[in-house]
Structure formats: C-alpha cells, structure tokens
C-alpha cells in the first residue's frame, strides 16, 4: 500500500501507517498490562488508551489512502496528530462495543472495559 502510494501520488505514506499500527499494539499491550494486573484504571486513562485500541484509526487511515487518489501533505499530517475526524468515532466505537459487550466479558471475568472504570470511578 505505501508503495503503491509512493509510485501512483509521489507520497510516503509508510511512517503515518507505520505510526498508526505501532500506537494500536501499544494499546493492545497496555490494555493486556492492566489486565494481568488485574487492574482497573481510571475511566479518562482507559478511554485514552481504548479509543486507539478501537482501532478505528488505523482503518480509516487506510481507507483514506486506498480511496484517495491524492493527497496533500496537510491532508497526511492529520494522522500525525490524530485529528478529531479519527479520535471521535473510535471513540464512539469503542464506547458502544463496551456497552454490547460488558455483560459478556463480566461472566468471563474480563474487567477492563470502560462500563467498568465509570462505575469503579463514581
């Protein structure tokens, strides 16, 4: 896909995906920390973390620049940052995929999710 990128539009695209798949393993590795800590963090530093985890910005990066047929450098600087247009729907995302699963994940004794650092919090 990067090169592909490179050869047809002129741009490097691999740091920004490269970028996006390393910040997704080190939320799945924190969230495995917490886990096999047995413990749970506080609902802003969990929804932090999980709205990464969520993965959505790893999908619409790739979506944007397999549909894309150009792309500007300010265009591609938005993954650098996280623009609000890829943090606020994984968080959506995120905050739903807990709520349909936390019945679930109780019975398997799974406790990190962010039902359960709200109600821990308050």
Same mark, same amino acid.
């Given at each position: 896909? =990067?090169?592909?990128? $490179?050869?047809?539009? =002129?741009?490097? /695209?691999?740091?920004?995906?490269? &970028? ?16 096999? #800590?047995? *413990? ?12 990464? *985890?969520?993965?959505? #910005? /790893? $999908? $619409?990066?790739?979506? %944007?620049? !397999? $549909?894309?047929?150009?792309? *500007? &450098? /300010?265009? !591609?600087?938005?993954?650098?940052? %996280?623009?609000? !247009?890829?943090?606020?729907? +994984? @968080? @959506? ?5 807990? !709520? ?8 398997? =004794?799974?406790? /990190? #999710? *962010?039902? +359960?650092?709200? @109600?821990?919090?308050?």
């Amino acid at each position: 896909m =990067g090169f592909d990128a $490179l050869k047809e539009q =002129g741009q490097d /695209v691999i740091p920004y995906l490269q &970028k996006a798949w390393a910040d997704l393993c080190k939320a799945f590795l924190q969230e495995a920390k917490w886990s096999f #800590n047995e *413990s749970i963090p506080p609902f802003e530093e969990y929804l932090e973390n999980a709205w990464r *985890s969520a993965s959505g #910005n /790893v $999908l $619409l990066i790739h979506t %944007y620049l !397999l $549909l894309c047929q150009s792309s *500007s &450098k /300010v265009s !591609l600087e938005c993954f650098s940052d %996280y623009h609000h !247009l890829l943090k606020w729907p +994984s @968080i @959506i995302f995120r905050l739903s995929n807990d !709520l349909a699963t936390f019945s679930a994940e109780i019975a398997r =004794g799974e406790t /990190v #999710n *962010s039902i +359960s650092c709200y @109600i821990l919090e308050t």
